[in-house]
């Protein structure tokens, strides 16, 4: 099993350009999450799908965020406009026990 | 969910047990201890979970105490490659609202 994947791994972009995160779960998982990182923050869950199905975006910072899941297999996280407070390492997990997630290696976005 | 307190830093000899605290004083009856730990420029990896009675599998053992209030992570004998941040996550057995929120956690440093 090739494990969570994302993409890509690092990313650099300037002020007010759209960025677009991929994930690929496990397959097999039912739930996917998007976590974000950052020193002065922690990690910090943006939005869980449960079988494909948004069930909280309370983390979601702002409108310019989204997440979207079409399909068991697939997910993305994308920011539009970009912005300087945005830089941060982006992790995306999956799940089917619920209780033991598995993280894949992050998306480590740099916006200029 | 409850939350949990745990020493910001700890030092553990290779070879030796490194044992790792996690005070969660409000934990309600219905709420899991789980563990995770980051290494450096990775995902948090899951370690092991347990409600009230002591756990262990290949990678540590949980002990839980009868108040429930506290908790210990034991690495049996430490290796370099445990240096790692190790959380210490508290909440409800898992049902669809399923979300873990992260603490600041303990930095392991494992010496040789």
Sequence with gaps: DAGVIQSPRHEVTEMGQEVTLRCKPISGHNSLFWYRQTMMRGLELLIYFNNNVPIDDSGMPEDRFSAKMPNAS??????????????AVYFCASSIRQ?????????RLTVT | DAKTTQPPSMDCAEGRAANLPCNHSTISGNE?????????????QYIIHGLKNNETNEMASLIITEDRKSSTLILPHATLRDTAVYYCIVRVKPNNTDKLIFGTGTRLQVFP
Aim: aromatic fraction near 22%.
């Design chain 1, 74 to 87: 697939f997910s993305t996280l994308k920011i539009q406009p970009s912005e300087p407070r945005d830089s």
């Design chain 1, 99 to 107: 209780y033991e997630q598995y993280f894949g290696p992050g998306t």
């Design chain 2, 32 to 44: 899991y201890v789980y563990w995770y730990r980051q290494i450096h420029s990775q995902g948090p």
